[in-house]
């Protein structure tokens, strides 16, 4: 059984940052897939960051420049380091883990961006 321990997120101003934190542990088997992903009210998730273990990792348009994804692939971390935030980018955040044919999801972590 694999556990994936979401920590982060919070409320911040406009221009503010915030940084999402996520640790898997248990029966942890080749991870081949590490990213982040949002799910904003009224909308379907989205991915944010992706790493896909080629050492780029992809991130959508509206993160670029702004948001920065770290991996400590044999900690089996990674972390999400929010800049330049802004009130469209409150949603609440996942963090995935693909191994094979399994993902494994945190928690979810509010991130709320007021104006």
């Known amino acids: 059984q694999v556990q994936v321990v979401e920590s982060g997120g919070g409320l911040v101003q406009s221009g503010g940052s915030l940084r999402l934190s996520c640790a898997a542990s248990?029966?942890?088997?080749?991870?081949?897939?590490m990213g982040w992903y949002r799910e904003a009210p009224g909308r379907q998730r989205e991915w944010v960051a992706v790493?896909?273990?080629?050492?780029?990792?992809k991130y959508a348009e509206f993160v670029k420049g702004r948001f920065t994804m770290s991996m400590d692939i044999a900690e089996r971390t990674m972390s999400l380091q929010m800049n330049s935030l802004k009130p469209e980018d409150t949603a609440v955040y996942y963090c995935?883990?693909?191994?094979?044919?399994?993902?494994?999801w945190g928690q979810g972590a509010q991130v709320t961006v007021s104006p």
């Open positions: 995935r883990y693909g191994m094979g044919r399994n993902d494994y």
């Open positions: 790493d896909t273990m080629n050492g780029i990792t």
């Open positions: 248990g029966r942890v088997s080749a991870i081949d897939v």
